[in-house]
C-alpha cells in the first residue's frame, strides 16, 4: 500500500510586499494550508475561483489553483516557518478567506490541514531539498521516500 502524496507548501505570496514569513506562521497557528490569488470579488465556489483567477491574474495562477484545489483529503504539506519545518494533513475543502489578515498575507484560497503540533526535527532529505530549490509554488514531491517518512512521521507524532 502506497502512502499518500507529500506537497510542499511554502505560502509564499507571488507578491514581494507580502510578509512570507507571517503567512506561514499564519497557515500552521490556524490549521490551514494555502496559497495566493487575491480577487476583486469572493468567489462562491471553486469553479468561479478558478474563473476568476484566470481573468484577474493569468492562465498559469488558475491552473496552480485548480491543482491545489484537487488535491485529495490525507495528502500530506510540508511548511517552512523561518528554519523549522512543519508536517500536516490535509482534510478538507478549498475555501476563500477575505479575512483582512488573509488578504493582507495573500492566503486567500485556504484548505483545513491538520498540523503536527511541534516542529519536525529529522526533515527527510527529499523534502529538504525540494525547500532548498526555493519558489512560491505549492508542488508536489514526487519521492516515494518523502510519502513513506511523511507517513511514518505522522504516525509517530499524532
Not at 70 to 78: E, L, N, Q, T, Y
Request: hydrophobic residues 40%.
Amino acid at each position: 500500500m502506497s502512502a499518500p502524496a507529500a506537497y510542499r507548501a511554502p505560502h509564499r505570496s507571488r507578491r514581494d510586499d507580502v510578509d512570507d514569513l507571517a503567512a506561514a506562521d499564519r497557515a500552521v497557528r490556524l490549521g490551514l494550508v494555502g496559497v495566493g490569488g487575491r480577487l476583486s470579488a469572493v468567489p462562491t465556489d471553486p469553479s468561479e475561483a478558478v474563473h476568476r483567477t484566470d481573468r484577474e491574474h493569468d492562465e498559469r495562477m488558475a491552473r496552480r489553483l485548480e491543482r491545489f484545489i484537487a488535491v485529495p483529503d490525507g495528502s500530506f504539506a510540508w511548511t517552512r516557518v523561518g528554519e523549522q519545518h512543519h508536517l500536516g494533513r490535509i482534510d478538507g475543502p478549498w475555501r476563500y478567506d477575505d479575512s483582512a489578515e488573509a488578504v493582507e498575507l495573500d492566503l486567500v484560497n485556504v484548505r483545513p490541514c491538520a498540523w503536527v503540533p511541534v516542529p519536525i526535527k529529522q526533515v527527510p532529505a527529499d523534502v529538504l531539498a525540494t525547500f532548498g530549490r526555493g519558489g512560491r509554488n505549492f508542488q508536489r514531491i514526487h519521492s516515494t521516500a518523502a510519502e513513506r517518512a511523511s507517513a511514518g512521521l505522522w504516525s509517530d507524532l499524532v
